[in-house]
């Protein structure tokens, strides 16, 4: 049975600093693509970041190039989503993505 949970959500000044983590099991974490997205309250959910197999190639909205950082502990089957200089339009419910699976998520609000 594949899951994927989400934790290190939890609310933040803006400015401030989160990181997610995504613990998966039941499929071979080591061989696929793993993917962040969020969906903002009344929003549809959108791409934030994705991170290959091995690591070595990531990919960013442009919302976030620069801001966050997404890496991957293959050992630990775990992705991580490492959010700085938060904004408040990065309030949002935020998902993990792989193997065809979801988690159910993690809420993130920035608000002073």
């Known amino acids: 049975q594949v899951q994927l949970v989400e934790s290190g959500g939890g609310l933040v000044q803006p400015g401030g600093s989160l990181r997610l983590s995504c613990t998966a099991s039941g499929f071979p974490f080591r061989f696929h693509t793993m993917t962040w997205y969020r969906q903002p309250p009344g929003k549809e959910r959108e791409f934030v970041a994705s991170?290959?197999?091995?690591?070595?190639?990531?990919d960013y909205s442009d919302s976030v190039k620069g801001r966050f950082t997404i890496s991957r502990d293959n050992v630990k089957t775990t992705v991580y989503l490492q959010m700085n200089s938060l904004k408040p339009e990065d309030t949002a419910v935020y998902y993990c993505?792989?193997?065809?699976?979801w988690g159910l998520g993690t809420q993130v609000t920035v608000s002073s």
């Open positions: 991170i290959s197999a091995a690591g070595d190639n990531t």
């Open positions: 993505r792989g193997y065809s699976s």
